[in-house]
């Protein structure tokens, strides 16, 4: 016997599927909170199966491989964060757009409800090493290199600038963040973990009074560290790769960065 196909859902906090399409209009939804263990059917499939006919036309689901995207269609929900991740099983007639681009994703009309999940799980499989980063400590360590910022204002300055430089000529976010995390599927996890991390940052450097020029490289250290520890295991490899993840950790920078095994 085969075993269940399980994909993973995203839906808003309380528990209903966001829209499948950019469409502003009305549509009705399914609330997966309230129905884990069943079989749901879609209240409003499209007439022509696959396309974004209204607001809401299919179950967009993602394969375990695909789960860092699961949150690539969040500009066109009323919420972006928090949200909540669910197992899902397809069922019935299931398509995917084809190609190498949409594999990740499977849409269906069809679904059982498996049960919920940690939402750590939508930055891929480092995603529990990623929402500790960001959530337990990236306010103590900004609040650590805003005081040494205070304590030595120029110096502080002048290493942030050369490792900010070190960063462009290196392309390490641009280039290698970036595509890595394409290939791997967590191009979506990589843009709200820059988008959370930032956050997290800013918000412990306020409440201690760092001015701007701080905040500013304080964040960017910030997103690159948690960049580091999202692409951990596709940035190891060999001695140039390793030195482009030294650089995204911060080590130059001299602080207590958390040591991060390569897995």
Same mark, same amino acid.
């Given at each position: 016997?085969?075993?269940?196909?399980?994909?993973?859902? *995203?839906?808003? /906090?309380?528990?209903?599927? /966001?829209?499948?399409?950019?469409?502003?209009?009305?549509?009705?939804?399914?609330?997966?909170?309230?129905? *884990?263990?069943?079989?749901?059917?879609? /209240?409003?499939?499209?007439?022509?199966?696959?396309?974004?006919?209204?607001?809401?036309?299919?179950? #967009?689901?993602?394969?375990?491989?695909?789960?860092?995207?699961?949150?690539?269609? =969040?500009?066109?929900?009323?919420?972006? +964060? /928090?949200? =909540?991740? +669910?197992?899902?099983?397809?069922?019935?007639?299931?398509?995917?757009?084809?190609?190498?681009?949409?594999?990740?994703?499977?849409?269906?009309?069809?679904?059982?409800?498996?049960?919920?999940?940690?939402?750590?799980?939508?930055?891929?499989? #480092?995603?529990?090493?990623?929402?500790?980063?960001?959530? #337990?400590?990236?306010?103590?360590?900004?609040?650590? +290199?805003?005081?040494?910022?205070?304590?030595?204002?120029?110096?502080? =300055?002048?290493?942030?600038?050369?490792?900010?430089?070190?960063?462009?000529?290196?392309?390490?976010?641009?280039? +290698?963040?970036?595509?890595?995390?394409?290939?791997?599927?967590?191009?979506?996890?990589?843009?709200?973990?820059?988008?959370?991390?930032?956050?997290?940052?800013?918000?412990?450097?306020?409440?201690?009074?760092?001015?701007?020029?701080?905040?500013?490289?304080?964040?960017?250290?910030?997103?690159?560290?948690?960049?580091?520890?999202?692409?951990?295991?596709?940035?190891? =490899?060999?001695?140039?790769?390793?030195?482009?993840?030294?650089?995204?950790?911060?080590?130059?920078?001299?602080?207590?960065?958390?040591?991060?095994?390569?897995?």
């Amino acid at each position: 016997m085969n075993q269940p196909q399980h994909h993973y859902m *995203v839906t808003m /906090p309380d528990g209903t599927v /966001p829209r499948t399409s950019g469409s502003t209009g009305a549509y009705t939804t399914v609330n997966l909170a309230e129905h *884990v263990g069943q079989v749901v059917d879609h /209240p409003s499939p499209g007439k022509h199966k696959w396309f974004d006919e209204s607001a809401f036309s299919y179950f #967009r689901t993602y394969t375990q491989r695909g789960v860092g995207e699961v949150l690539d269609r =969040r500009c066109e929900w009323p919420v972006q +964060w /928090p949200v =909540r991740l +669910w197992i899902v099983e397809p069922l019935g007639e299931t398509h995917t757009w084809g190609g190498q681009y949409y594999r990740h994703e499977l849409l269906a009309h069809q679904l059982r409800v498996v049960e919920e999940t940690e939402i750590w799980r939508a930055f891929g499989h #480092r995603g529990k090493k990623v929402m500790d980063l960001i959530d #337990r400590q990236l306010p103590d360590l900004a609040r650590q +290199w805003a005081a040494e910022w205070t304590a030595d204002p120029d110096g502080t =300055r002048q290493r942030y600038d050369a490792w900010a430089e070190r960063l462009d000529d290196t392309y390490a976010l641009s280039s +290698w963040v970036h595509f890595r995390a394409r290939y791997s599927r967590r191009e979506a996890a990589k843009e709200v973990a820059e988008k959370l991390s930032r956050a997290a940052a800013e918000k412990a450097l306020t409440t201690v009074g760092a001015d701007q020029d701080a905040i500013k490289s304080i964040s960017l250290r910030a997103w690159c560290l948690t960049a580091g520890q999202l692409m951990h295991d596709r940035i190891c =490899r060999g001695d140039y790769e390793k030195s482009i993840r030294a650089l995204l950790l911060g080590t130059a920078l001299e602080t207590n960065a958390p040591a991060l095994a390569c897995a």
